[in-house]
């Protein structure tokens, strides 16, 4: 699986599955998720509340994901996952690296092969960069290992420039296996 990281806004990647940064209500907040369903149109607040109406009544518990389509964006679906807000006390960084691996798990699940993340959790929910930048790669990575046939590409899509370069100094970082 290749890995990388680019600056960049993610409602405009050409990939089959984009990560969306969601909050466990599924109904639209600022920041990326703001973004995504900005670009994505109106049927994606609806496939959202559907999901709301049937599966998940109580939302999705943070450190999980569901996939619903992607309106307009050029992707094919949007896997929401819910990180962890720091500001309410959650620092623990499974439930983040959960993010990311649950997000792969659906994604791969529904046939995508590339899949584009922001960084979840590094805005509104308050990790830093740094913390958010070596979780996420440590998580694909892992995922990867475990799952040899499971995507093609994995991109993290940073918004800042100072933000990619957290990511590309965990990205230079020593990585298990033979990627
Ligand atoms: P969270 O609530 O999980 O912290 P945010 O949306 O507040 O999520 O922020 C997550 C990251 O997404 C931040 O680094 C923010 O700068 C970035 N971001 C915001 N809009 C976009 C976009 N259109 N594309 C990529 N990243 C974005």
Same mark, same amino acid.
């Given at each position: 699986?290749?890995?990388?990281?680019?600056?960049?806004?993610?409602?405009?990647?050409?990939?089959?599955?984009?990560?969306?940064?969601?909050?466990?209500?599924?109904?639209?907040?600022?920041?990326?998720?703001?973004?995504?369903?900005?670009?994505?149109?109106?049927?994606?607040?609806?496939?959202?509340?559907?999901?709301?109406?049937?599966?998940?009544?109580?939302?999705?518990?943070?450190?999980?994901?569901?996939?619903?389509?992607?309106?307009?964006?050029?992707?094919?679906?949007?896997?929401?996952?819910?990180?962890?807000?720091?500001?309410?006390?959650?620092?623990?960084?499974?439930?983040?690296?959960?993010?990311?691996?649950?997000?792969?798990?659906?994604?791969?699940?529904? $046939?995508?092969?590339? &899949?584009? %993340?922001?960084?979840? @959790?590094?805005? /509104?929910? +308050?990790?830093?960069?740094? *913390?958010? =930048?070596?979780?996420?790669?440590?998580?694909?990575?892992?995922?990867?290992?475990?799952?040899?046939? $499971?995507?093609?590409? &994995?991109? %993290?899509?940073?918004? @800042?420039?100072? /933000?990619? +370069?957290?990511?590309?100094? *965990?990205? =230079?970082?020593?990585?298990?296996?033979?990627?």
């Amino acid at each position: 699986m290749r890995i990388e990281a680019v600056a960049g806004d993610i409602t405009v990647q050409d990939v089959d599955a984009v990560v969306n940064a969601a909050n466990s209500s599924l109904l639209g907040g600022g920041g990326v998720d703001g973004a995504i369903h900005a670009a994505a149109g109106t049927g994606l607040l609806a496939a959202c509340r559907e999901l709301r109406r049937t599966t998940l009544p109580d939302g999705l518990p943070t450190g999980d994901a569901v996939a619903t389509g992607a309106g307009r964006l050029r992707a094919r679906w949007v896997v929401h996952t819910v990180g962890p807000d720091a500001r309410a006390g959650q620092t623990d960084p499974a439930l983040l690296r959960s993010c990311f691996t649950r997000s792969l798990d659906v994604a791969a699940g529904l $046939g995508a092969r590339t &899949v584009a %993340f922001p960084a979840v @959790s590094a805005g /509104v929910y +308050g990790w830093s960069a740094d *913390a958010v =930048a070596e979780h996420a790669v440590a998580a694909v990575r892992g995922w990867a290992d475990t799952h040899p046939d $499971g995507v093609d590409l &994995v991109r %993290f899509v940073l918004f @800042s420039p100072r /933000v990619l +370069g957290t990511f590309e100094r *965990a990205l =230079a970082g020593p990585a298990s296996g033979s990627r």
